[in-house]
């Protein structure tokens, strides 16, 4: 069974510049939601996608946009990258989108500068 | 919205010694799950819980859904253990909008 699978693992980027992360979800799993977790904090909810839909937002601006695809692997965007937006940024997947354990990949860890 | 408790913040124990790490919180769930985070970033799923008891090798866990609350038990505490422990919950059911604590961090001394 092939876990939850994050790329890349590093990533620094500039003030305004535009990334692309991307998830690999743990097979049998069709949903994948994302998380950012700041240093020393909890993670926090960004969205969630199940079955190529957007599910559930968390407080986070439209800057911060998602895909997922037929093969259930997901992509985070985010555009106009602000210093505040250094985080982990992990995915995780799970059997449904509701009532089952959330697994997570390893994270992407971006750096703003 | 619903707010998490996790208590204590910090822990230390010695290898060998018995631990139980606790989360309140501020209504019904559906759903409660507890994480491990280790000292490299990986998030580990401990255990499903939403109501009950279970046990997972040394760990276990019980959530008591009326009185708001769940215990993370460690036994026999291991280096490996250390970390940052989570718990993380959800009023309705769905996975998504867990809503996660700011964890405890527990350091195991050999």
């Known amino acids: 069974e092939t876990g939850v699978t994050q790329s890349p693992t590093h990533l620094i980027k500039t003030r305004g510049q535009q990334v692309t992360l991307r998830c690999s979800s743990q097979?049998?799993?069709?949903?994948v939601s994302w998380y950012q977790q700041a240093l020393g904090q909890g993670p926090q909810f960004i969205f969630q996608?199940?079955?190529?839909?957007?599910?559930g937002r968390g407080n986070f601006p439209p800057r911060f946009s998602g895909l997922q695809f037929p093969n259930y692997s997901s992509e985070l965007n985010v555009n106009a990258l602000e210093l505040d937006d250094s985080a982990l940024y992990l995915c995780?997947?799970?059997?449904?989108?509701?009532?089952?354990?959330?697994?997570f990949g390893n994270g992407t860890r971006l750096t703003v500068t | 919205g619903i707010q998490v408790e996790q208590s204590p913040p910090d822990l230390i124990l010695q290898e060998g010694a018995n631990s139980t790490l606790r989360c309140n919180f501020s209504?019904?769930?559906?759903?409660l799950q507890w994480f491990h985070q280790n000292p490299w970033g990986q998030l580990i799923n401990l255990f499903y819980?939403?109501?009950g008891t279970k046990q997972n090798g040394r760990l276990s866990a019980t959530t008591v859904a009326t009185e708001r609350y769940s215990l993370l038990y460690i036994s026999s505490s291991q280096t490996t253990d250390s970390g940052v422990y989570f718990c993380?919950?959800?009023?309705?059911?769905?996975?998504?909008?867990?809503?996660f604590g700011k964890g405890i961090t527990l350091s195991v001394r050999p």
């Open positions: 819980i939403p109501s």
């Open positions: 993380a919950i959800d009023k309705t059911g769905a996975n998504s909008k867990l809503t």
């Open positions: 097979s049998g799993h069709n949903t």
């Open positions: 995780a997947s799970s059997y449904d989108r509701t009532n089952s354990p959330l697994h």
């Open positions: 209504d019904s769930v559906n759903n």
């Open positions: 996608y199940y079955r190529e839909e957007e599910n």
